[in-house]
């Protein structure tokens, strides 16, 4: 674990895994399917009433733009049951989602810079971008971790 972390953060995400889970994992960064960079990010559990609001919010915006959809003209007959069935998805796979990526960082090839890796779903690749170099980097997880 790196120094940005305190020691508090790090007790709370070590107590919200299981014991025998590896929530810190390997990951590289590429750009233009070369390896530009190495690092770590921090796998970590979200907790229930986390994962309720994030299904409520996802629901609420779906059905939100379901009912702005009933006053385009034509268009209605797609975009309200579009909605209406993405709603029901993303309010389920908002709930599903029971980890994420809590922290992390990435140290520039190039630059060697460190590149700070935000609250992230686990979803891969992740895109970051060198402030100095200016290039946007996909990262990813490390083959054999
Ligand atoms: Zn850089």
């Known amino acids: 674990m790196s120094s940005y972390l305190t020691s508090a953060c790090r007790t709370n995400i070590v107590s919200a895994m299981p014991s025998e889970a590896n929530n810190n994992i ?19 559990a979200i907790s229930k009433p986390r994962r309720i609001k994030k299904a409520v919010r996802n629901l609420a915006i779906c059905w939100t733009l379901m009912i702005a959809g009933i ?9 309200v049951p579009g909605f209406f069935l993405l709603g029901l998805f993303m309010t389920a796979n908002g709930y599903i989602d029971d980890i994420e990526i809590s922290a992390g960082e990435l140290t520039c090839d190039q630059c060697k810079s460190s590149i700070a890796i935000s609250r992230h779903d686990d979803q891969w690749p992740i895109w970051v971008r060198c402030a100095t170099c200016q290039i946007d980097i996909g990262v990813e997880k490390l083959a054999n971790t």
Do not use: A, T, W
């Open 71 to 79: 006053f385009v003209p034509m268009l209605h007959f797609v975009i």
């Open 26 to 44: 390997e990951v590289v960064g590429r750009s233009s399917g070369q390896i530009v960079g190495q690092g770590h990010v921090i796998i970590s």
